[in-house]
């Protein structure tokens, strides 16, 4: 089927709609008044940053409908085609159903709500974060080690040095952890 230019504007109609208010919203969060303070991010950073992205993903899908031959055809697949895997045959095998792992997921997840005051956010985290990668079927224990203590350790320097976010530090003796931390990342 032919596409035509009312497909195209049809298309192009979200995005131009969305593009536009990001760019209303990105004019009016850039109108913030505040008291600028040296060293930190102001209450217009986080708005601002969102909305440019909204702005260049609209702006992108824009130009793929205006220019692409076939703008309702399929991106799926896209890394595997780079990969040279095949993704077709990929997605026609059965998926394997693993309910415990289900459960599980769920259990680590309430087991982390009830824990993380008393253990604090870093070493929670980290089991949480190792859980699931075991529970996932994971079982390099060294990479585990190293994605569920660095990611922890990336979560908490975004959260609280970057975003402002006071995390639960966690009581004694489990606090110490995380207040050596936060000292080592120059975290106040």
């Given at each position: 089927?032919?596409?035509?230019?009312?497909?195209?504007?049809?298309?192009?109609?979200?995005?131009?709609?969305?593009?536009?208010?990001?760019?209303?919203?990105?004019?009016?969060?850039?109108?913030?008044?505040?008291?600028?303070?040296?060293?930190t991010l102001g209450p217009d950073f986080w708005p601002?940053?969102?909305?440019?992205?909204?702005?260049?993903?609209?702006?992108?899908?824009?130009?793929?409908?205006?220019?692409?031959?076939?703008?309702?055809?399929?991106?799926?697949?896209?890394?595997?085609?780079?990969?040279?895997?095949?993704?077709?045959?990929?997605?026609?095998?059965?998926?394997?159903?693993?309910?415990?792992?289900?459960?599980?997921?769920?259990?680590?997840?309430?087991?982390?709500?009830?824990?993380?005051?008393?253990?604090?956010?870093?070493?929670?985290?980290?089991?949480?974060?190792?859980?699931?990668?075991?529970?996932?079927?994971?079982?390099?224990?060294?990479?585990?080690?190293?994605?569920?203590?660095?990611?922890?350790?990336?979560?908490?320097?975004?959260?609280?040095?970057?975003?402002?976010?006071?995390?639960?530090?966690?009581?004694?003796?489990?606090?110490?952890?995380?207040?050596?931390?936060?000292?080592?990342?120059?975290?106040?």
């Open positions: 089927m032919p596409v035509t230019p009312y497909t195209r504007l049809r298309r192009i109609a979200p995005y131009t709609v969305a593009g536009g208010a990001g760019v209303v919203l990105f004019y009016i969060a850039a109108q913030f008044e505040f008291h600028r303070r040296a060293g601002k940053l969102i909305l440019g992205l909204l702005i260049i993903v609209c702006i992108c899908e824009i130009t793929r409908i205006v220019f692409a031959r076939n703008p309702d055809s399929d991106i799926s697949g896209v890394l595997q085609n780079i990969a040279g895997a095949d993704p077709v045959a990929e997605s026609t095998e059965p998926a394997d159903r693993h309910p415990w792992r289900l459960l599980a997921g769920m259990a680590a997840t309430l087991g982390y709500v009830a824990l993380v005051s008393t253990t604090g956010f870093f070493l929670t985290t980290s089991a949480y974060l190792a859980a699931f990668l075991i529970i996932g079927g994971y079982r390099n224990h060294k990479v585990t080690a190293a994605l569920s203590l660095g990611g922890a350790l990336l979560l908490m320097f975004v959260f609280m040095k970057l975003v402002y976010v006071s995390l639960p530090i966690g009581s004694d003796p489990f606090a110490q952890v995380t207040l050596l931390l936060m000292q080592l990342m120059g975290i106040r």
